[in-house]
């Protein structure tokens, strides 16, 4: 429901609390929407139902019988850094455009929106940290022998840390952009939420010092709560930031159906100089160049190669003895075939086809360009497997093996499927 539509309902909105209740009835009903959209009773009715009894009876198993044994192999830590990790997120403070127009005379009105949707969001996060908590409670008290106080301050610990983690972080992510935000995120988010990952391990076995960090990280979320509702000129970053979170759920829900549109960037954060990437500057050395760029500058293909890369290294990783090579040599031979595929749409680009090149010189400049782009990934893949079988020694092979089976696959690939 926009602004307009408010407007047009016989302006029977007559205090800032009945707009922030209507506002916040909208937001519940815009999310189960979204909900809606990707599931229905039967889903509820057949996974969520039986999910739920199932995950009752792990956790009365949790409380009541032996526990598991990768438990006592977790470090402590891990607890704290899941709880953390529910700590993160961002904040709805239920504005919408056209309240540049109809409310921003109204200074009230305004501060008693923000207000309510700041309240509501840190309410929302206590409500998942409690959650977390909850779960990990058999773990902390019984596979780590933490005491009844000690979970209840490191409760208050948790609450107070994640409020003062939102706040700041909200605080930065509407008056800064590009890199300053990501250096100030450093001090907002990531660094108390380092102190308090150390606070829980170091003071496990003394509550008193988890309240006192818990009073200095409420001071400072009150801080941060007082410094929000005196900003001034952030508008069109509040109003970009409430639209983010209003579209977390559609974001998740259709992350694998639609791309993420890029930023325009005006320069490449990465090679900016449009000097030759090879030697000698041949009309194939520039053209493999030219893809090597582009295959580095395309955030999906880079995702994928270094997914690819992590999942093909722990495959190496888990195998039994000499039967890591073979999972080596198959894994480099699939890189290979997938990146003589980017090459040949690459080659195949109507902006490419434009330049005067013909079949051999194409074939010629993916012949140069496929190696170089599988080098990092079969070296990568020859490390995994030559320092668990050779110790020292496979310092001195995985360079020469992980390159010349690189080489030898990509040689293959660019033989039979470049067409010359």
Wanted: positive net charge.
């Amino acid at each position: 429901m926009s602004n307009l539509d408010e407007t047009r309902r016989g302006y029977d909105i007559r205090t800032p609390g009945s707009l922030l209740r209507r506002r916040l009835g909208h937001h519940w009903k815009e999310q189960w929407g979204i909900i809606r959209t990707a599931a229905d009773w039967t889903v509820f009715l057949y996974i969520l139902i039986p999910g739920g009894l199932l995950g009752g009876r792990f956790y009365y198993g949790f409380w009541n019988e032996p526990l598991p044994a990768w438990v006592t192999l977790l470090p402590y830590a891990v607890l704290p850094a899941l709880l953390a990790f529910l700590m993160q997120g961002g904040i709805l403070l239920l504005l919408h455009e056209g309240d540049l127009l109809f409310l921003r005379q109204r200074k009230n009105w305004i501060r008693t929106v923000m207000l309510g949707g700041i309240l509501y969001s840190l309410l929302v996060t206590a409500l998942k940290i409690t959650a977390g908590f909850l779960l990990l409670l058999p773990f902390l008290v019984r596979g780590y022998g933490l005491s009844g106080m000690g979970a209840g301050a490191l409760l208050v610990l948790s609450l107070c840390c994640g409020t003062c983690v939102k706040l700041l972080a909200h605080n930065v992510k509407v008056q800064k952009q590009g890199w300053r935000r990501w250096l100030w995120m450093l001090l907002a988010a990531w660094l108390p939420s380092g102190l308090y990952i150390r606070a829980a391990v170091a003071w496990s076995a003394h509550p008193a010092l988890l309240l006192l960090a818990a009073a200095v990280y409420a001071a400072v979320a009150a801080a941060g709560l007082r410094s929000r509702l005196a900003l001034r000129g952030t508008f069109l970053g509040d109003v970009r930031e409430d639209f983010k979170q209003r579209m977390k759920i559609a974001g998740l829900l259709l992350r694998g159906v639609i791309d993420k549109p890029r930023p325009t960037r005006h320069k490449p954060w990465i090679f900016r100089k449009s000097r030759p990437l090879l030697r000698p500057s041949s009309p194939e050395s520039r053209l493999a160049g030219a893809s090597i760029k582009a295959f580095i500058r395309n955030p999906g293909h880079l995702k994928l190669y270094l997914q690819f890369s992590g999942v093909g290294a722990v495959a190496v990783l888990i195998v039994p003895g000499m039967l890591k090579w073979a999972i080596c040599v198959v894994l480099v031979f699939l890189m290979a075939s997938w990146l003589v595929s980017y090459w040949k749409v690459f080659a195949g680009d109507e902006f490419i086809a434009l330049l005067p090149f013909s079949k051999d010189r194409k074939a010629d400049a993916g012949s140069l360009a496929v190696p170089i782009l599988l080098l990092p990934f079969s070296i990568l893949c020859a490390a995994v497997v030559s320092m668990p079988l050779y110790g020292w020694w496979g310092l001195a092979v995985f360079i020469p093996a992980g390159a010349a089976i690189g080489i030898m696959a990509a040689r293959v690939f660019t033989a039979f499927r470049l067409a010359r």
